[in-house]
């Protein structure tokens, strides 16, 4: 069994330290995530062939990066010890943004055009712990690996435990077909909601019932968002017009990214608060095949338009270079400050036992 402690001594001497560690590491991923109730908005507009899925990623840190995961590989979860991490194999290339590592997505988009993003809310997870376990936000990883389409998601929400560490959020989702889904725990019990109960495909910081009553005040940014999907036809070109609505209800120099997902053609459009030129993610550009190298791009870099030959592969040493990016970043903010390079390296191991190419030849999950 792939374990991400297998290169530590676990003898009873180290075991203290590396429980120390593990919450150490955890806190720092809590913290990518830790926003104000007024962070964030998704939303996905449904009608004829235009499936489009639109984010703004709102925070005091704009760091990160864009990876390509690959098919066929090992995974094992990031939890919080006692918990027992769940190992699975990856059946689906993906390309994810991730503020601090790989691995651990704030969303992204796998190659059947599923589109899974987070946001803060309020939530209270069952209690399962028979059951091996994932965290918030490799959940996101987790289900972009291994499902095609949000109904595939939804049967599978109830049989993955979360593991939550810190941070509550909820997620929503949605595929090419037009279904979209919003994810969410609330009182210990899961609530899914599509179709008509999920009446606008709008999703922000609250618990779906309550953003939904946020339709009726004046200027909120659900209202703004909510009108604007709702005023959408088909003679408006849907790219522009969704980065339309993430400008509406844009929070200044506090929303750092911009994404656009096109479902339907499996396309990524977006641009950030340190680079405002619009830059293409083409899912068809790149090889999915196995023992292809996953890939990486700066979410930052001074690029403009088609990125398919921009990237580069991914290596260790990217990885630690955006975590020390994004440490400085959260230090220069008050945060963190008591995370070391030791703390830094305990979660290099772990990302690297996710990166082996499994010799089999069928995905497997192991739970």
């Known amino acids: 069994m792939l374990r991400p402690w297998a290169s530590f001594d676990l003898t009873p001497k180290t075991h203290y330290t590396f429980l120390m560690r593990t919450r150490l590491a955890l806190c720092i991923c809590a913290t990518i995530l830790a926003m104000p109730a007024s ?32 098919r066929q590989v090992k995974k094992v979860a990031f939890v919080l010890p006692p918990a027992m991490p769940l190992n699975w194999t990856s059946r689906y290339a993906s390309v994810t943004f991730n503020q601090f590592s790989k691995e651990v997505p704030v969303g992204g988009m796998n190659e059947h055009g599923l589109v899974i993003e987070c946001l803060v809310s309020t939530a209270q997870h069952p209690s399962s712990a028979h059951q091996k376990a994932v965290n918030e936000l490799q959940w996101i990883q987790y289900h972009l690996d291994m499902c095609k389409t949000v ?31 919003v994810v969410e725990f609330i009182g210990g019990k899961l609530v899914v909601r599509t179709k008509e109960t999920l009446p606008v495909n709008v999703l922000a910081n609250r618990p779906y019932h309550q953003d939904l009553q946020l339709q009726f005040v004046q200027n909120s940014r659900f209202r703004r968002a909510a009108n604007m999907v709702k005023a959408y036809d088909e003679t408006q070109e849907p790219i522009p017009y969704a ?91 008050g945060m963190m400050s008591h995370i070391t390079p030791q703390h830094v390296r305990y979660i290099r191991a772990v990302v690297a036992s996710c990166n082996k190419v499994d010799s089999g030849t069928k995905p497997e999950i192991r739970n």
């Not at 990066?65 to 690959?70: K, T």
């Not at 339907?264 to 977006?270: H, V």
Request: hydrophobic share 35%; charged share 25%.
């Open 151 to 181: 109904d595939e998601v939804v049967a599978s929400a109830g049989r993955i435990r979360i593991n939550p560490y810190a941070v509550r959020i909820h997620y929503f989702i949605a595929d090419p077909s037009g279904r979209s889904a």
């Open 39 to 70: 962070a964030c908005l998704t939303f996905c507009i449904n009608q004829g062939t235009n499936q489009v899925y639109g984010r703004n990623f709102d925070w005091d840190v704009g760091t990160g990066a864009v990876f390509v995961n690959q």
């Open 243 to 333: 980065f339309k609505v993430l400008d509406q209800v844009a929070q200044n120099d506090y929303t750092k990214w911009q994404v656009v997902y096109d479902l339907s053609k499996k396309r990524i459009q977006f641009r950030t608060r340190r680079n405002n030129q619009l830059r293409s993610i083409d899912l068809s550009d790149f090889d999915f095949v196995r023992g292809s190298d996953a890939m990486v791009l700066n979410v930052n870099s001074r690029d403009r338009g088609p990125l398919g030959g921009k990237f580069k592969p991914y290596t260790v040493q990217f990885n630690d270079s955006l975590m020390s990016e994004c440490l400085r970043e959260f230090r220069k903010a």
